[in-house]
């Protein structure tokens, strides 16, 4: 079992940054794919980016203006250049495979969701 607990979202201006942090307990994230998954109001969520190991990938609106990095026990994701279309609600997962993959059904652990809200 892998427990994720996520932080760091809040309100911010456009242009903005904000750092998210996604938690493993009472475990490491060693031979998992860990990835950010987002989700608007009235939209399906969506992957934005992913780490596994040494390998990176991001969605490609995001890709250049955000950062997945982590060690043992916790991912991050810093956000820079925020847009208003960035706001949505930010779920860390995690599968039992070190493979980065987009879609949200292969991912078995959840955590509960960090609201951005990037204002215009």
């Known amino acids: 079992q892998v427990q994720l607990l996520e932080s760091g979202g809040g309100l911010v201006q456009a242009g903005g940054s904000l750092r998210l942090s996604c938690t493993a307990s009472?475990?490491?994230?060693?031979?998992?794919?860990i990835a950010w998954f987002r989700q608007a109001p009235g939209k399906e969520r969506e992957f934005a980016a992913g780490i596994s190991g040494g390998f990176t990938y991001y969605e490609a609106s995001v890709k250049g203006r955000w950062t997945i990095s982590g060690d043992k026990n916790t991912v991050y994701l810093q956000m820079n250049s925020l847009k208003p279309e960035d706001t949505a609600v930010y779920y860390c997962?995690?599968?039992?495979?070190?493979?980065?993959?987009?879609?949200?059904?292969?991912?078995?652990?959840w955590g509960q969701g960090t609201q951005v809200t990037v204002s215009s």
């Open positions: 009472g475990r490491t994230f060693s031979g998992y794919a």
């Open positions: 997962a995690a599968r039992g495979r070190p493979v980065i993959v987009t879609n949200s059904r292969d991912y078995g652990y």
